[in-house]
């Protein structure tokens, strides 16, 4: 409530300064524990809360915490923040769980802090993570898992999610690795280069993330990957949707977990958290493109992604330039040369922090919960960070800005006012009409290719989804591409 000062004006409250006093990941690699003996998700969580709040300097500060987010993952837990509350020994503390997004951690960094700003929380503590790796071989041989599986009691806050048409739409595709690649062809004709260089251009983006990882010691995959194997299909590196192998796509099947505890300046300051320690978000912001890929204007870039960075920046007073750390959101090629292109940063500087999806890997929802416990050390080090934060087919952006300096003040700014969407309408399921192909992708099972998917546009305008089977289309599109040709869809089946 306002208070008044002497003449009977009233008085805004204080506003609290958010400041991120401890992050921590926690990994188990195969072969670090017997099967059975191995932590689960919540012993992954638990021990990163641990350790974000030994890195504070202040591990009694997990007392103080009111409010655990935790990002949504292929598990069975109705609430894992109140479990790992349980394991930590809290009561009566908040909890909340995401949906499945790569935007989460983020998500839940800006609703904790504005949450702080506001007086309505003294500390909150931002988690995610998994160990599907071990369930994955647990269920191989037939076992059971020891570690905590309690659903968690309570009724957890749920945050984000996706409109049903989005969904229904991933549903139709099988995957998100095909929309990446659809981008991937998109931008490869627009750029004017044939196949096999927007190959080399992947591959060669791809080795500059996989240097990164090696020198991550909490990346899952800490071997160099050059170019070469990187780009080229062979047993280890089987392709999945053309152009990408399997070394360009995104890793989940991992046992990792990040922490990121957060409270307000004058708790930091009375627990002792040394000034050297704190890192303040400054803003985190948030958008949508159109809920459909097929009803998108373009394929080749993402006005809310650059609606959402450009905001980020312009809350933060820096210029692109002023930032030292950046950390663009990488499952796949596609998104992190969009998001260079919106930014205007050099393909060429260091783009991330971890290495990646396709290296560093992460729980299904918590790329980014690793990207900001990876740029906390860099921050409180001098220069400030950017965080890129992707969820669905490069539908959902988040960015923040981190830095050792405070802020004017915080902000969590939903851009989605700024994005200038302009809808594509939907081809009928029974069109039967001339169309040109603006992007192409094949798709492989492990036995080899199926078939083409293409994003065709009618005379009108109009975008559809078709696909074909005939064996040279599926050549073609591998060899020297098929988007830019005309052609004719009957029925959802591109002849040409």
């Known amino acids: 409530m306002p208070t008044q000062n002497d003449s009977g004006l009233a008085l805004q409250r204080p506003v609290a ?3 991120i006093v401890g992050a921590a990941q926690s990994i188990d690699r195969p072969g670090d524990h017997d099967l059975l003996d191995a932590p689960g998700p919540i ?18 500060l997990l007392d103080r915490v009111g409010w655990i987010g935790v990002t949504g993952g292929f598990y069975r837990y109705r609430n894992p923040a109140a479990v790992v509350a349980e394991e930590l020994g809290l009561r009566g503390v908040g909890t909340a769980i995401t949906e499945i997004t ?46 905590n599986e309690s659903p968690g009691d309570g009724t957890p806050e749920v945050i984000g999610g996706f409109a049903p048409e989005a969904i229904a739409e991933m549903a139709q595709l099988g ?8 981008f991937e062809d998109a931008l490869r004709l627009s750029h004017g280069r044939t196949v096999d260089e927007q190959r080399d251009h992947c591959a060669e983006l791809w080795a500059r993330e996989s240097r ?21 299909e062979s047993e280890q590196n089987r392709m999945i949707c053309f152009p990408y192998p399997k070394a360009m796509v995104a890793n989940n099947t991992v ?17 002792g958290v040394a000034d050297d320690r704190r890192v303040f978000p400054h803003v985190v912001t948030s958008s949508h493109e159109t809920w459909e890929v097929r009803r998108r204007a373009e394929l080749t870039g993402c006005p809310a992604l650059t609606a959402a960075g450009e905001a980020a920046l312009e809350h933060s007073g820096l210029d692109v330039s002023d930032i030292e750390h950046v950390d663009l959101y990488a499952c796949f090629p596609s998104i992190v040369q969009m998001s260079s292109a919106a930014l205007g940063l050099d393909e060429g500087r260091p783009l991330t922090v971890t290495g990646g999806l396709g290296f560093a890997g992460a729980a299904i929802s918590n790329s980014v919960g690793h990207s900001i416990a990876a740029m906390v050390p860099l921050v409180r080090a001098g220069g400030a960070g950017l965080v890129h934060g992707n969820g669905g087919s490069a539908t959902k952006h988040s960015f923040a800005v981190y830095s050792p300096e405070p802020p004017r003040a915080f902000a969590r ?20 009409g001339p169309v ?17 998917l293409a994003a065709v546009r009618s005379e009108g305008g109009a975008r559809a989804w078709a696909t074909s089977e005939d064996p040279g289309i599926l050549d073609e599109a591998m060899r020297s591409g098929i988007s830019g040709r005309s052609g004719r869809v009957v029925a959802g089946t591109l002849l040409l």
């Open 17 to 19: 300064t958010p400041v």
């Open 43 to 60: 012993e992954l969580m638990v021990a990163a809360a641990r350790a974000a709040a030994a890195d504070a300097g202040a591990p009694a």
């Open 102 to 147: 790569g935007t989460a951690p983020q998500d839940l960094v800006g609703l904790a802090c504005e949450r702080i700003a506001a007086g309505e929380l003294d500390a909150a503590l931002v988690l995610g993570g998994e160990a599907r790796w071990t369930n994955q071989q647990l269920k191989r041989q037939g076992l059971s898992p020891r570690w």
């Open 175 to 182: 995957s998100a690795t095909v929309f990446y690649a659809l």
């Open 212 to 232: 990164v990882a090696e020198a991550n010691p909490y990346a899952w995959d800490r071997t160099r990957h050059e170019v070469a194997a990187i780009r080229d």
């Open 255 to 271: 046992n990792m977990a990040s922490a990121v505890l957060i409270c307000s300046t004058e708790l930091a300051r009375s627990a």
């Open 413 to 432: 700014i939903d851009c989605q006012d700024r994005v200038d969407l302009h809808e594509r309408d939907p081809l009928d399921d029974g069109f039967d």
């Open 436 to 452: 040109s192909v603006d992007a192409a992708s094949v798709r492989f099972d492990r036995e080899g290719p199926t078939d083409v």
